[in-house]
């Protein structure tokens, strides 16, 4: 156990629909990092909070958006769903938002886009 | 940019064998680099990291990574194979840039592991 949370587990909806993401980090992490697995892209960076603002950018979609709360857990929404975006969606928290500390995974959120 | 390159996404060994799964690296300056490990229906999870300190990296479960800057590899190997090391193994490059760090993950080594 990683001491990062994700919930969902699973997100079933339809094309055109929003959802929400939810992590916690684990106690203590001020840095949290979103990524979506996928068969034919492999792991994609998303976007990174530190201490509740944006640190950096990946190949994040302007349909996404992310944000980081005081008590430092952060929701990635998701709208205008597409097929495409069925994918595995992982946060990861670590201590600070320096590149030579790890990062610690959740277990994930499966969407499913129908 | 940086990127990762993992040789080979699926590599498959008998149990007791030499593990050897590769890495290479395009960064100007060396990075921090990381190998990770992903078991079926679970999250990543750290194998071992290379922050500039020895080149020779121990992790855990046994695997262990080289840095080698003159090849830009970061090799990952393990002297036997168990059946519990079937696993997708990911290699990542760390290092900062306009914008903040920003982790790249290779696409990944899928490890069969025969009895």
């Known amino acids: 156990d990683s001491g990062v949370t994700q919930t969902p587990k699973h997100l079933i909806t339809a094309t055109g629909q929003r959802v929400t993401l939810r992590c916690s980090p684990r106690?203590?992490?001020?840095?949290v990092y979103w990524y979506q697995q996928s068969l034919d892209q492999g792991l994609q960076f998303l976007i990174q909070?530190?201490?509740?603002?944006?640190?950096a950018k990946g190949n994040i979609l302007e349909r996404f958006s992310a944000q980081q709360f005081p008590d430092l857990h952060s929701e990635l929404n998701l709208s205008s769903l597409e097929l495409g975006d069925s994918a595995l969606y992982f946060c990861?928290?670590?201590?600070?938002?320096?590149?030579?500390?790890?990062?610690?995974f959740g277990p994930g959120t499966r969407l499913t886009v129908t | 940019a940086q990127s990762v390159t993992q040789l080979g996404s699926h590599v498959s060994v008998s149990e007791g064998a030499l593990v050897l799964l590769r890495c290479n690296y395009s960064?100007?300056?060396?990075?921090?680099l990381f190998w990770y490990v992903q078991y079926p229906n679970q999250g990543l999870q750290l194998l071992l990291k290379?922050?500039?300190?020895?080149?020779l990296v121990k992790g855990i479960n046994g695997f262990e990574a080289e840095f080698k800057k003159s090849e830009t590899s970061f090799h990952l190997t393990k002297p036997s194979a168990h059946m519990s090391d079937a696993a997708e193994y990911f290699c990542?490059?760390?290092?900062?840039?306009?914008?903040?760090?920003?982790?790249?993950f290779g696409a990944g080594t899928r490890l069969f592991v025969k009895a």
């Open positions: 990861a928290s670590s201590p600070t938002g320096q590149g030579n500390y790890e990062q610690y």
């Open positions: 106690s203590g992490d001020l840095s």
């Open positions: 909070y530190y201490n509740g603002e944006e640190r």
């Open positions: 960064s100007s300056v060396p990075p921090y």
């Open positions: 290379y922050t500039s300190a020895a080149t």
């Open positions: 990542a490059v760390s290092r900062s840039g306009t914008g903040g760090f920003k982790t790249i």
